[in-house]
């Protein structure tokens, strides 16, 4: 039996996959579970991470988003049974890869997935929906009434964002980086056959002729947005911008300027740098800034309950969604079956 991981000889160096031939299992302790993987989405490995919470190994378990079968569970394992339908996420300090055909995984990584979603839609949209429930629900507290703006919002994250925040009755703003992108938005409606658009305005950023924050203040009757859910942002002038930064985002100093009276920013940008005159905007406004980081649910036992709850909580969601919007919440995904 073979599994995939990764390897990075040197920091900044491109990672090179292996196939590394395992030895047969070990028994079940007593809360592992044997799972026999269906599907295992391919996410990006954030060396960068494993290494400043000293996790990094010379060999990087490669696949940790899965879907699949339970064959055999340990002595006190309560959950789960043989024979259920399971997904989860491997946590950081796992050794496993979950791109092999069997794996053992501790039982509070793990949730039943639910009979009308495949084993790819589960494991190609639990990490993206971890992230989008995490922001909505436990940084921003959205709420029926508020404005939600989600950048880049046909991404999968994106695209889960919007139906999570329509779903509770917020009113849902989104910036599209191509054409294509916007006519998939504006085509966006809530499962149960509502006309209704998802999206009440697209704002088209792919020629960078349109101001989002005058567009956010328009659109919100100068009010600001309540919620913002970023997808990176531009720290600096063009000139002084990496070459790797896409132009499409917004500048840190438009999401600013477009928060609401209370609001909340929640951003992805791991490096953000607000200077004094930028604090003192946020001050006035009383509005605050969330960083998005889902590893934390793993980082500490003392979360565990809520996030098994996000999980389970997320995924009797998505199985009342249409299968166009599903599939869509997971389009550039690799997937291994």
């Known amino acids: 039996m073979k599994a995939l991981y990764g390897q990075q000889n040197s920091?900044?160096?491109?990672?090179?996959?292996?196939?590394?031939?395992?030895?047969?299992?070990?028994?079940?302790?007593?809360?592992?579970?044997?799972?026999q993987v269906r599907a295992c989405a391919l996410s990006w490995v954030d060396t960068k991470?494993?290494?400043?919470?000293?996790?990094?190994?010379?060999?990087?378990?490669?696949?940790?988003?899965?879907?699949?079968?339970?064959?055999?569970?340990?002595?006190?394992?309560?959950?789960?049974?043989?024979?259920?339908?399971?997904?989860?996420?491997?946590?950081?300090d796992s050794e496993e890869s979950g791109v092999c055909e069997i794996i053992l995984v501790h039982e509070h990584y793990l949730v039943h997935k639910p009979e009308k979603v495949c084993w790819a839609e589960a494991a190609g949209t639990v990490r993206d929906g971890l992230r989008a429930y995490t922001a909505l629900h436990y940084l921003a507290q959205v709420s029926p009434g508020t404005s939600v703006l989600v950048l880049d919002g046909a991404s999968p994250f994106g695209t889960i964002a919007i139906q999570l925040a329509q779903h509770r009755g917020a009113k849902v703003i989104?910036?599209?980086?191509?054409?294509?992108?916007?006519?998939?938005?504006?085509?966006?409606?809530?499962?149960?056959?509502?006309?209704?658009?998802?999206?009440?305005?697209?704002?088209d950023v792919s020629h960078g002729k349109i101001d989002v924050a005058e567009s956010c203040l328009e659109e919100t009757g100068g009010l600001g947005v309540d919620i913002v859910l970023d997808a990176g942002v531009r720290l600096y002038s063009a000139e002084d911008e990496p070459a790797s930064k896409s132009q499409l985002l917004p500048h840190k100093h438009d999401i600013i300027t477009l928060l609401g009276v209370g609001g909340c920013w929640i951003t992805t940008e791991r490096n953000l740098q607000l200077d004094p005159p930028d604090s003192h905007s946020l001050f006035?406004?009383?509005?605050?800034?969330?960083?998005?980081?889902?590893?934390?649910?793993?980082?500490?036992?003392?979360?565990?309950?809520?996030?098994?709850?996000i999980?389970?909580?997320?995924?009797?969601?998505?199985?009342?969604?249409?299968?166009?919007?599903?599939?869509?919440?997971m389009k550039p995904k690799f997937l291994w079956k």
């Open 11 to 35: 920091p900044g160096e491109e990672m090179t996959f292996v196939l590394q031939e395992r030895e047969n299992l070990p028994a079940c302790r007593d809360h592992d579970v044997k799972v």
């Open 49 to 92: 991470l494993l290494s400043e919470i000293k996790l990094k190994k010379e060999l990087v378990p490669v696949g940790r988003e899965i879907s699949g079968v339970v064959l055999e569970v340990g002595s006190k394992v309560t959950f789960f049974q043989p024979d259920d339908e399971v997904v989860g996420i491997l946590p950081l």
């Open 174 to 203: 989104s910036t599209a980086h191509s054409l294509e992108d916007k006519q998939y938005l504006e085509r966006l409606r809530p499962a149960g056959g509502v006309r209704q658009p998802l999206v009440a305005r697209v704002i």
């Open 284 to 309: 006035l406004k009383g509005a605050t800034v969330s960083f998005l980081n889902d590893e934390i649910w793993n980082l500490s036992n003392v979360q565990q309950g809520k996030y098994l709850n």
């Open 311 to 329: 999980l389970c909580t997320f995924y009797c969601f998505i199985s009342g969604l249409s299968w166009m919007n599903r599939s869509h919440c």
